[in-house]
Nanobody
Framework: QVQLVESGGGLVQPGGSLRLSCAASGFTFSGRAMSWYRQAPGKERELVASITNTGNSTNYADFVKGRFTISRDNAKNTVYLQMNTLKPEDTAVYYC?????????WGQGTQVTVSS
């Protein structure tokens, strides 16, 4: 079955960095674009970044451009989100996503809290 397992979240001070990882299984990882979303309390889930199956093309939400970098390692079936210059408004649960067989698949999420 499809599994997406996120890790790497935590508490960080403003201006700090975190690297999220998402380990995927149950499908041909190298054949699928991958995305990171986030959901803050009381807000809708929103797209943060996406990457094509080869990693040759990426896309970012305006609010993270220049601060976050999405990447992938197809040999390890893992997608990453490097987050730099974190702000309190980046506080959210971050989810890994793949659109597979006409269904959005989600991991369990990892909490990122940016606070002093």
């Amino acid at each position: 079955q499809v599994q997406l397992v996120e890790s790497g979240g935590g508490l960080v001070q403003p201006g700090g960095s975190l690297r999220l990882s998402c380990a995927a299984s149950g499908f041909t990882f190298s054949g699928r674009a991958m995305s990171w979303y986030r959901q803050a309390p009381g807000k809708e889930r929103e797209l943060v970044a996406s990457i094509t199956n080869t990693g040759n093309s990426t896309n970012y939400a305006d609010f993270v451009k220049g601060r976050f970098t999405i990447s992938r390692d197809n040999a390890k079936n893992t997608v990453y989100l490097q987050m730099n210059t974190l702000k309190p408004e980046d506080t959210a649960v971050y989810y890994c996503n793949v659109y597979l067989y006409a269904i959005n698949r989600w991991g369990q999420g990892t909490q990122v809290t940016v606070s002093s």
